[in-house]
Nanobody, 121 residues
Framework: QVQLVESGGGLVQPGGSLRLSCAAI????????MGWYRQAPGKQRELVAL???????NYADSVQGRFTISRVSAKNTVYLQMNSLKPEDTAVYYC???????????????WGQGTQVTVSS
């Protein structure tokens, strides 16, 4: 089965930058879209950014122009470069993948365990 392994969260001051990484492992043949969601305390999980296998990207309005999503399909890895971070970006960030085809399985959706991003002075 597929497993999404995230890294790169942490504490950063307002205006700073962080880069999140997520690697999908598990005898993977193909993945459609990969991306990031986030969930702040007391709020619903929301889409941050998504990138398809063709490179089409989609961003939440709140991060447009500050965050950049990229993907290395050959490595089944997705990145999120976060610049000009604000306190309201504080949340647990979850890696996401859909339509994952493995050598012996198909998964409609897969989620990482989450990584904490805290923006505070």
């Amino acid at each position: 089965q597929v497993q999404l392994v995230e890294s790169g969260g942490g504490l950063v001051q307002p205006g700073g930058s962080l880069r999140l990484s997520c690697a999908a492992i598990g005898s993977i043949l193909s993945i459609n879209a990969m991306g990031w969601y986030r969930q702040a305390p007391g709020k619903q999980r929301e889409l941050v950014a998504l990138i398809t296998s063709r490179g089409t990207t989609n961003y939440a309005d709140s991060v447009q122009g500050r965050f950049t999503i990229s993907r290395v399909s050959a490595k089944n890895t997705v990145y999120l470069q976060m610049n000009s971070l604000k306190p309201e970006d504080t949340a647990v960030y979850y890696c996401y993948a859909d339509n994952v085809v493995g050598s012996a399985y198909v998964r409609k959706t897969a989620w990482g365990q989450g990584t904490q991003v805290t923006v505070s002075s």
